[in-house]
């Protein structure tokens, strides 16, 4: 029997079979046979979630352009479908092709999220695919990785061969040449270029993509350590491996390809509609955000690309509904002539337009305005931080006085339900940063009833997380709240929180430490990550999978202690397990961010002049009028 | 401007999309072509399209059937032509016919009878002769009680199946494959999984659900006359 007849066997008896079955319109299909490399992009999480994540659709796009390339897309099997596919032998296996994951030649996973590690794990052990690097052969697929988490890859560096940093349009297609040469040698089609290295071909592969800018290969490197238990430094095993692995950049938005006929799923999934991106990068700086500092510079699409790609985009795939995408969607650079004809081109086509990330103190009451002509949804801000002092230590640049006008243009539009995101356990933060949490939902509720028209409901939601010290940013150095720490911070918000028309929303204290274990690990916290899979671990950003009990079980029995990873504040002087990814903004840039926020410093957005982050080291910044009109 | 009935497959991979996924897929469908729908009024407008009967998940077919209502003036060839370039693999649109504008019955109402195939594609040597054998027989009997659990009252119910039965043969091949006419639609509606589980019963043999492939061959109503027609003959 053909293992697409087994799995459908299995079809029958699991939950969203869909999601298995492929055939989507625009999911592409090839002859085996007339491709020369096979790329498995594999996201670690459920169908549902993978297909709304525009990244893939994208690096589908790129890698399908090819035609010696053919990619599929495998994910994270539910915990039914992985039941039988065990208990029936059935491999982790492609959804285009139904092939399994080990006959392909490069397995690709994005790394979005910590708490989807162990589905990495999971997934490379259902393929039938050793989980260490070092026990794969040149049988076994390359196993790659790509995505915000590879900017601090130690975690995961004895799972992978190598990881792609930055931009992944450009070093896919590099880092798949030198796989398909590796292919070629190994099926004795060519003669590697120099065989008087003694080397093993899957070590002349490693050592060639080393050699790729954006590239990184763990293996070339040993982590040091002092007996304190701190890192010390990456030895390098082999002399030509790079110093330091500089990110990759696409500069040019516009012509760089973009998926216009992206997959188009039949069921459900978490984001079901058409998605534009806007631009890459962000100039604000808050300290706290990775992407902030990862994804610099900003690299906007004009306009007219833009008003093409919507137009052209609704048209392939018959959504009703359109979403900007963007890490702040009000700080492109002409957005309201833009949203206007963006609005007028989706009522023509009865398009709904989602405008997600708008900060509060750059979109006008016009695009409110505009937003509010098709559907009346509620509105999201994020203050972030309670009061202007501790607003002032993340960088978050926006004033009360900002909150309190929007919050007011919203409610006299006729806006009913308005949702507030703030983080507690920042670093310099006191009970009355939690009190001003408070006082500005209570604020905002006595503006509804000042100015408000409309009787009926009126809600704003307070959705508050827990702060999670991220690596590449200004507050890498910090230790995080300890659990204790959190919960008592959420029963005084929840205490003072208690008011008409307020509602309270909050995150297990237990991921948060995880995720911050994770977000800043070393090699050895990798031991953990497995021993917790062999305990039964996955999906561990679902509540209803997170199992907290099995990874302190984890920790005890591999000797890794979370809490130092999470509660201690590193010394400014510390080697960083990161250390040798550079993200473009240098550490210098993030030690002087993270002086000045101790001083309670802002540091302007960078369009109003450069910050000196370390970006300009490699490219230029790129320069947009802002407010300019375009016609 | 228009109402249509079309005849479509729903064939492959594609079979495993649920009737609400289904209705989202015609819409995005027509919203790639330049065929328009007419909306219905009111505060949620939604596109004017309604399948004739609802198929079971993982079911095959070559007989399904969906209403239309058009805006716009594009006629049965033309709405064919749009949508066979607009369509996913696996939805292949057969026919496509006018009906009266007027009509007060909707095809789905209309809906008397369906035809199916059941495959057995299980590794029981024996299944189809013991099977075959049996059809006579099961036929032959007063009454046949299935047994099925029921959602709404939250218990078994047993309905004897024998009158929804019009017709149950084997192909003459190597395969097991059974051939069968059921009554369908809002009166006596029976599912062909509930028969052949009802004939491995009666025949002793276990019934595992993922041995078996259903796919549905045809819907049929009953014209002025009394005659049993396909419903691609219905005109409203």
């Given at each position: 029997m053909?293992?697409?007849?087994?799995?459908?066997?299995?079809?029958?008896?699991?939950?969203?079979?869909?999601?298995?079955?492929?055939?989507?319109?625009?999911s592409?299909?090839?002859e085996?046979?007339?491709?020369?490399?096979?790329?498995?992009?594999?996201?670690?999480?459920?169908?549902?979630?993978?297909?709304?994540?525009?990244?893939?659709?994208?690096?589908?796009?790129?890698?399908?352009?090819?035609?010696?390339?053919?990619?599929?897309?495998?994910?994270?099997?539910?915990?039914?479908?992985?039941?039988?596919?065990?208990?029936?032998?059935v491999?982790?296996?492609?959804?285009?092709?139904?092939?399994?994951?080990?006959?392909?030649?490069?397995?690709?996973?994005?790394?979005?999220?910590?708490?989807?590690f162990?589905n990495?794990?999971?997934?490379?052990?259902?393929?039938?695919?050793?989980v260490?690097?070092k026990?794969?052969?040149?049988?076994?697929?390359?196993?790659?990785?790509?995505?915000?988490?590879?900017?601090?890859?130690?975690?995961?560096?004895?799972?992978?061969?190598?990881f792609?940093?930055?931009?992944?349009?450009?070093?896919?297609i590099?880092?798949?040449?030198?796989?398909?040469?590796?292919?070629?040698?190994?099926?004795?089609?060519?003669?590697?270029?120099?065989?008087?290295?003694?080397?093993?071909?899957?070590?002349?592969?490693?050592?060639?993509l080393?050699?790729?800018?954006?590239?990184?290969?763990?293996?070339?490197?040993?982590p040091?350590?002092?007996?304190?238990?701190?890192?010390?430094?990456?030895?390098?095993?082999?002399?030509?491996?790079?110093?330091r692995?500089?990110?990759?950049?696409?500069?040019?938005?516009?012509?760089?390809?973009?998926p216009?006929?992206?997959?188009?799923?039949f069921?459900?999934?978490?984001?079901d509609?058409?998605?534009?991106e806007?631009?890459?990068?962000?100039t604000?700086?808050?300290?706290?955000c990775?992407?902030?500092?990862?994804?610099?510079?900003?690299?906007?699409?004009?306009?007219?690309?833009i008003?093409?790609?919507?137009?052209?985009?609704?048209?392939n795939?018959?959504?009703?509904?359109?979403?900007?995408?963007?890490?702040?969607?009000?700080?492109?650079?002409?957005?309201?002539?833009?949203?206007?004809?963006?609005?007028?081109?989706?009522?023509?086509?009865?398009?709904?337009?989602?405008?997600?990330?708008?900060?509060l103190?750059?979109?006008s009451?016009?695009?409110?305005?505009?937003?509010?002509?098709?559907r009346?949804?509620?509105?999201?801000?994020a203050?972030?931080?309670?009061?202007?002092?501790?607003?002032?230590?993340?960088?978050?640049?926006?004033?009360?006085?900002?909150?309190?006008t929007?919050?007011?243009?919203?409610?006299?539009?006729?806006?009913?339900?308005?949702?507030?995101?703030?983080?507690?356990?920042?670093?310099?933060?006191?009970?009355?940063?939690?009190d001003?949490?408070?006082?500005?939902a209570?604020?905002?509720?006595?503006?509804?009833?000042?100015?408000s028209?409309?009787?009926?409901r009126?809600n704003?939601?307070?959705?508050v997380?827990?702060?999670?010290?991220?690596?590449?940013?200004p507050f890498?150095?910090?230790?995080?709240?300890?659990?204790?720490?959190?919960?008592?911070?959420?029963?005084?918000?929840?205490?003072?929180?208690?008011?008409?028309?307020v509602?309270?929303?909050?995150?297990?204290?237990?991921?948060?430490f995880?995720?911050?274990?994770?977000?800043?690990?070393?090699?050895?916290?990798?031991?953990?990550?497995?021993?917790?899979?062999?305990?039964?671990?996955?999906?561990?950003?679902?509540?209803?999978?997170?199992?907290?009990?099995?990874?302190?079980?984890?920790?005890?029995?591999t000797?890794?202690?979370?809490?130092?990873?999470?509660?201690?504040?590193?010394?400014?002087?510390?080697?960083?397990?990161?250390?040798?990814?550079?993200?473009?903004v240098?550490?210098?840039?993030?030690?002087?961010?993270?002086h000045?926020?101790?001083?309670?410093?802002?540091?302007?957005?960078c369009?109003?002049?450069?910050?000196?982050?370390?970006?300009?080291?490699?490219?230029e910044?790129?320069?947009?009028?802002?407010?300019?009109n375009?016609? | 401007?228009?109402?249509?009935?079309?005849?479509?497959?729903?064939?492959?991979?594609?079979?495993?999309?649920?009737h609400l996924?289904?209705?989202?897929?015609?819409?995005?469908?027509?919203?790639?072509?330049?065929?328009?729908?007419?909306?219905?009024?009111?505060y949620?407008p939604h596109p004017?399209?309604?399948?004739?009967?609802?198929?079971?998940?993982?079911?095959?077919?070559?007989?399904?059937?969906?209403e239309?209502?058009?805006?716009?003036?594009?006629?049965?060839?033309?709405?064919?032509?749009?949508?066979?370039?607009?369509m996913?693999r696996?939805?292949?649109?057969?026919?496509c016919?006018?009906?009266?504008?007027?009509s007060?019955?909707?095809?789905?109402?209309?809906?008397?009878?369906?035809?199916y195939?059941?495959?057995?594609?299980?590794?029981?040597?024996a299944?189809?002769?013991?099977?075959?054998?049996?059809?006579?027989?099961?036929?032959?009997?007063?009454e046949?009680?299935?047994?099925?659990?029921?959602?709404?009252?939250?218990?078994?119910?047993?309905?004897?199946?024998?009158?929804?039965?019009r017709s149950?043969?084997?192909a003459?091949d190597?395969?097991?494959?059974?051939?069968?006419?059921?009554?369908?639609?809002?009166?006596?509606?029976?599912?062909?999984?509930?028969?052949?589980?009802?004939?491995?019963?009666?025949?002793?043999?276990?019934?595992?659900?993922?041995?078996?492939?259903?796919?549905?061959?045809?819907?049929?109503?009953?014209?002025?006359?009394?005659?049993?027609?396909?419903?691609?003959?219905?005109?409203?």
């Open positions: 053909d293992l697409s007849d087994k799995i459908e066997k299995l079809l029958t008896r699991v939950s969203k079979p869909a999601s298995y079955m492929g055939g989507e319109l625009y592409v299909l090839k085996p046979e007339d491709v020369e490399l096979h790329f498995g992009f594999c996201f670690p999480d459920l169908y549902e979630i993978g297909m709304s994540y525009l990244g893939m659709q994208i690096i589908y796009h790129v890698l399908n352009e090819q035609p010696w390339i053919w990619c599929q897309r495998l994910f994270a099997p539910g915990t039914d479908m992985e039941a039988l596919m065990r208990s029936e032998g491999p982790l296996f492609t959804i285009e092709n139904k092939q399994p994951a080990r006959e392909m030649d490069i397995l690709g996973f994005t790394l979005q999220y910590e708490l989807s162990t990495i794990i999971n997934m490379l052990d259902l393929a039938g695919i050793p260490l690097a026990d794969r052969d040149d049988t076994m697929p390359v196993i790659a990785a790509g995505g915000n988490c590879s900017f601090s890859p130690e975690p995961l560096a004895d799972v992978f061969d190598f792609m940093l930055g931009d992944g349009e450009d070093v896919l590099e880092v798949s040449e030198a796989v398909r040469e590796y292919k070629r040698e190994l099926s004795g089609m060519q003669e590697p270029a120099d065989t008087a290295d003694g080397l093993r071909p899957k070590e002349r592969l490693l050592r060639k080393a050699g790729i800018d954006g590239v990184y290969v763990p293996s070339l490197y040993e040091q350590y002092a007996e304190n238990g701190c890192m010390t430094g990456h030895r390098k095993l082999w002399d030509g491996a790079p110093d692995v500089v990110k990759r950049f696409v500069m040019d938005m516009d012509t760089v390809s973009y216009l006929r992206p997959i188009v799923p069921t459900d999934t978490v984001h509609r058409s998605v534009i806007l631009f890459r990068g962000c604000r700086g808050c300290r706290f990775q992407a902030g500092m990862i994804c610099r510079p900003v690299r906007e699409r004009s306009p007219e690309i008003k093409e790609y919507s137009y052209n985009s609704l048209k795939t018959g959504y009703d509904e359109m979403s900007l995408l963007s890490l702040s969607t009000s700080d492109y650079s002409r957005i309201e002539p833009l949203v206007r004809d963006l609005m007028q081109g989706c009522r023509a086509m009865d398009v709904g337009l989602s405008l997600p990330s708008l900060r103190d750059s979109f009451e016009e695009i409110l305005k505009e937003i509010m002509g098709v009346k949804t509620g509105l999201t801000f203050p972030e931080a309670g009061t202007q002092r501790l607003r002032d230590i993340i960088n978050k640049s926006i004033t009360e006085e900002h909150i309190y929007a919050a007011e243009k919203a409610i006299r539009l006729g806006y009913s339900n308005i949702k507030l995101y703030f983080m507690i356990g920042l670093p310099g933060e006191t009970d009355e940063d939690l001003g949490i408070a006082e500005i209570r604020q905002i509720t006595a503006i509804n009833r000042e100015v028209e409309k009787k009926g009126f704003v939601t307070v959705s997380s827990n702060f999670v010290p991220k690596a590449q940013t890498q150095w910090a230790a995080q709240d300890t659990p204790e720490e959190f919960n008592r911070k959420h029963l005084y918000l929840k205490d003072r929180l208690k008011m008409k028309n509602s309270y929303q909050y995150h297990g204290t237990e991921t948060s995880l995720e911050a274990v994770f977000a800043r690990g070393d090699r050895r916290v990798g031991r953990a990550l497995i021993r917790a899979w062999e305990l039964g671990c996955r999906f561990d950003g679902w509540t209803e999978h997170f199992d907290y009990s099995k990874w302190l079980q984890a920790f005890r029995e000797g890794v202690d979370p809490d130092f990873y999470a509660h201690r504040g590193r010394a400014e002087d510390e080697y960083l397990p990161w250390d040798l990814i550079d993200c473009g240098s550490k210098e840039y993030m030690l002087k961010e993270k000045r926020s101790e001083e309670g410093l802002q540091t302007r957005d369009r109003k002049g450069c910050t000196g982050c370390g970006i300009k080291r490699y490219q910044c790129p320069v947009y009028e802002q407010g300019a375009y016609s | 401007m228009g109402r249509f009935l079309i005849k479509f497959t729903k064939e492959g991979e594609i079979r495993y999309i649920s996924d289904l209705l989202r897929v015609f819409q995005r469908a027509f919203r790639r072509t330049d065929v328009r729908l007419r909306y219905s009024q009111g949620n004017k399209i309604s399948f004739a009967m609802p198929l079971s998940l993982g079911f095959e077919s070559r007989g399904e059937y969906v239309i209502e058009t805006e716009s003036g594009h006629g049965p060839e033309q709405i064919i032509r749009e949508l066979a370039e607009s996913p696996g939805l292949q649109v057969l026919a016919s006018p009906l009266a504008e007027t007060k019955t909707s095809p789905g109402a209309a809906v008397e009878f369906a035809s195939t059941a495959e057995y594609r299980g590794d029981d040597a299944m189809r002769d013991s099977l075959v054998a049996g059809i006579l027989p099961f036929l032959g009997e007063k046949i009680i299935s047994v099925k659990y029921s959602k709404k009252k939250k218990k078994d119910i047993e309905t004897d199946i024998r009158p929804s039965i149950l043969s084997s003459s190597t395969r097991l494959l059974l051939t069968m006419m059921l009554k369908a639609g809002n009166v006596g509606n029976l599912n062909p999984e509930q028969l052949v589980k009802a004939l491995c019963r009666f025949c002793g043999r276990e019934y595992l659900e993922y041995e078996w492939r259903y796919r549905r061959l045809d819907m049929f109503f009953r014209d002025g006359k009394g005659r049993i027609r396909p419903l691609t003959d219905f005109k409203g």
